[in-house]
Each structure stands twice: as structure tokens, then as C-alpha cells.
């Protein structure tokens, strides 16, 4: 079968485009930006671009099937209404007109009045691809766990840890493994239901975030972890905070999530296709190892010290460090209202710096001005204050694992915009 993936760049997508070409399928697949060295036929399809002009997409020929497994990761209306809304409802038109049948993942939850941009705008979707009239099957998985997932990501930071923070321990799901998703999608290939409908894909078991979380220590080699809730304010105000700073794992939506069971019977899709997931454990052989995790907190764990670090500077400088910052300027030969200037200024800079890194839009640059900031404080002590080289506490010699670490981050940091699978 000749089939457009849409979204292949993605975790689903990725993951897709490798079950079906191992199937014999032919497949044509699509990202807003196609890796020229990626394997398998590749062409450039922009959801958002689509909504605005549905003719910006040359259709390929003998397309029999559309996969959509395209979604974006953001707290931004708008960004979500286009692709996964507004480009989407293109897509299938553009499918509806030339005879494709449509297979759209979408997500568990979005059936029941969703109440958040991501889950709204996917039920959008749903509703208009159904009311073609069509060969279409909405499948709704739910928490899709695997390699390269930004949940599974998200969980595999907690799991290292004894003891664990979450937002909620209450709330239920029904976690699969991502080889269980591809699976159902070639069954749904060989039994395609005769009317249009929608099928939740669902793990066998109906786990806790702790519980998911211990599927993932055990798979690690490690006991059951502890865990506990954060007070109901304290989460708000890091959902606030997230929701400003583009945080995908904390904001207003993943809260609301969070705080909710996402479950379904697992008997309709069984009854459509025959196909039934595996309890989590069964999947989790290869992935995840502990080294996985251990890399995967490094660097969170080192951007919280650096933002720890400049904030603590700023607030040092302004408080009880200030007469002490004017005599090190003394030294240098500066004082007066010229040195306390250079030390308000100084602990404002590092302040905003240190602000920078929580906003993921500025961490990049804040990073880049970090070290410059370094190299010329460094600098300018080598020069005019050698000495502080001699500290037997080493504060300038310390600034060079600062650096390291801040040369690392930004290596980690990606250049271009938003994840959109």
C-alpha cells in the first residue's frame, strides 16, 4: 500500500515509518523540515502552512492511505489551532478528494469535553475528519511510552530518584509501549473497520504516574520509588511559571492532565482489528536502561545550580555582599559612585541572566552571554586582580567548570523552533 505519513520527523511518526516499511509498505513520508539523510522517500508538508493554503501541498500520486500522526508541543493556541486543528481538517479534505483513507492519531480524552487547547483542538479534528463520509478510523491512544517520547523523557528524569514529587498520584492511565501503537496500526491495516469511528488504544493496566514510574525503576534495575504530591498552591504556581515560560512538562495544561484518570476499554479496538496491548512490562526490555536516566538529569539538574548560582550572585551583591564587592573594586583601582554603580549593574545582569535560563525562548541566548560574561570577568581579574587566581578557595578557578557546563547546555540547546512532530 502506497501511504503519506504525515509527521514522520515525530516520535509516533518515526517510529511508524519503520513498522510500516518493515511491512512491505510504500511509504512517503513528511516533516516541515525532511532530514536529507534520512532514509525512505521524504517531501516537505508544513500543517500550519496547509491551513492557510491548501494548495501549498503538491499531492502525490497513488496515495491509498494518510497517516496523520503530526502534533505540536506548546502552550500556544493559536500554533496548536493550525496543525492540529485547522492544517489537519485541510489534510483530510485534500485526502477526501482524491479517494485516500484516513488514519488520524489523535489522543485519549479528547472525546470528553476537553478542556485544554491540546486536547480541543484534536477533537476539532476528529469531529470534521468523521464528518466526510469517508474511510476514516480515529485512533486515541493513550500516555505512549518509548525512546524519543517527551513524556517518556519527562518520567525517565523522575525515575533515578528515591524519592519523588508529582503533581498528582491519584489520577489513572493506561500507559503502552510505542511498538504496541505501530502494531495496532498494522492490524487496523489488514482488518479496516467498515465504517467510519474511533478506537481508543489503551494499555491492559490502569496505572498511577508512582506506578508507571516504578514500571520504568524496575526496568532500570532499581526497587519501588517513594512518592508524593505537591501541595495543591506550589503546583499552581509552577503551572503559572511554565505557562509563561514555555515549560512543556509543567504548564496549565499538563496539570489539568495530570489531576485526571485517562482510561477506555480496550474491547472495541480488540473487536475491529483482533489487537490487544501488552501490559508495560512485557515492552520494557532493551528500554530504558540507567544510563538513560543518568543522562537525561544531568542537564536539568545542571541548569537549577546555574540559575541557582547567578540568581544567588545578584542577590549577594545587592544584600550582604556589597561592601564587600566594593573593596574587591578597590582593589582594582575603581571606587566611588563609579564602582557602585559597576556592582548594582553588575548584580543586575546576573540576575537577568539567571531569569533567562527559566524561559525556554531566551535560554540559548542567555547562555551565550553567560560565558561571554565569564570570559570577560575572568579576563579582567587575570588582569587587574591576579592574585584572586591564588584564592585557596579557588572562586575564579571555579568559574572554568561554569563554563564547561555552560558550553555543554548550550551544545544541548536546539536552534530552531518549537517541537512539532
Known amino acids: 500500500m502506497r501511504i503519506l505519513l504525515v509527521g514522520a520527523g515525530g516520535f509516533i511518526g518515526r517510529h511508524l515509518h519503520v513498522a510500516l516499511s518493515a511491512a512491505g509498505h510504500q511509504v512517503l513520508a513528511t516533516a516541515r523540515q525532511p532530514d536529507s539523510g534520512a532514509s525512505g522517500d521524504w517531501c ?21 492511505l494518510v497517516i496523520n500522526a503530526a502534533g505540536l508541543l506548546s502552550t500556544d493556541r493559536t500554533q496548536l489551532d493550525e496543525v492540529q486543528n485547522l492544517g ?4 483530510f479534505e485534500l485526502a477526501a478528494a482524491r479517494g485516500a483513507r484516513v488514519l ?3 489522543a485519549l480524552g479528547a472525546e470528553d469535553g ?14 470534521h475528519l468523521l464528518s466526510l463520509g469517508i474511510a476514516a478510523v480515529v485512533l486515541r491512544p493513550s500516555l505512549v511510552l518509548g525512546p524519543g517520547a517527551a513524556s517518556s523523557r519527562w518520567l525517565l528524569r523522575l525515575s533515578p530518584w528515591p524519592w519523588t514529587p508529582l503533581l498528582d498520584n491519584r489520577a489513572r492511565l493506561q500507559p503502552l509501549h510505542i511498538d504496541d501503537l505501530c502494531a495496532a496500526v498494522l492490524a487496523l491495516l489488514q482488518r479496516w ?8 488504544l489503551v494499555g491492559p493496566e490502569a496505572l498511577t504516574q508512582g506506578q508507571i514510574v516504578d514500571r520504568l525503576r524496575a526496568a532500570q534495575g532499581r526497587g519501588a520509588g ?10 499552581a504556581l509552577g503551572a503559572w511559571l511554565g505557562e509563561r515560560a514555555g515549560w512543556r512538562a509543567l504548564n496549565c495544561q499538563t496539570l489539568r492532565l495530570a489531576r485526571r484518570d485517562n482510561l477506555a476499554a480496550a474491547e472495541p479496538l480488540a473487536e475491529a482489528c483482533g489487537y490487544r496491548c501488552l501490559p508495560l512490562t512485557a515492552r520494557l526490555h532493551d528500554w530504558p536502561q540507567a544510563a538513560d536516566s543518568a543522562g537525561l538529569i544531568v542537564p536539568p539538574l545542571l541548569l537549577a545550580l546555574l540559575v541557582l548560582v547567578w540568581l544567588g550572585t545578584a542577590l549577594a551583591c545587592l544584600g550582604p555582599g556589597f561592601a564587600w564587592s566594593l573593596r574587591i573594586l578597590a582593589e582594582a583601582g575603581i ?5 557602585r554603580i559597576a556592582v548594582v549593574s553588575g548584580a543586575l545582569l546576573d540576575g537577568a541572566l539567571g531569569l533567562g535560563l527559566l524561559w525556554r525562548r ?3 541566548h542567555a547562555l551565550q552571554a553567560q560565558i561571554a560574561l565569564m570570559l570577560g570577568y575572568t579576563a579582567l581579574i587575570t588582569w587587574l586582580l591576579p592574585h584572586y587566581w591564588f584564592d585557596p578557595f579557588q572562586g575564579v578557578g571555579k568559574n572554568l567548570v561554569l563554563l564547561g557546563a555552560s558550553l555543554w547546555l548550550l551544545w544541548l540547546q536546539p536552534s530552531g523552533e518549537r517541537t512539532r512532530a
Not at 489537519?88 to 489534510?91: K, Q
Not at 473497520?193 to 481508543?200: F, M, R, T, W, Y
Not at 517513594?226 to 503546583?235: D, G, V
Open 44 to 64: 516537505r508538508l508544513d500543517l500550519a502552512e496547509l491551513a492557510r493554503d491548501p494548495r501549498a501541498f503538491a499531492w502525490p500520486a497513488g496515495i491509498e
Open 88 to 91: 489537519a481538517c485541510a489534510l
Open 104 to 106: 488520524q492519531i489523535s
Open 114 to 127: 476537553p478542556d485544554t487547547d491540546f486536547l480541543a483542538t484534536k477533537a476539532a479534528a476528529e469531529r
Open 193 to 200: 473497520p467498515e465504517q467510519p469511528c474511533s478506537l481508543a
Open 226 to 235: 517513594r512518592y508524593s504530591t505537591l501541595p495543591r498552591p506550589l503546583a
Open 335 to 339: 571606587d566611588g559612585w563609579p564602582a
Open 362 to 364: 531566551w535560554r540559548r
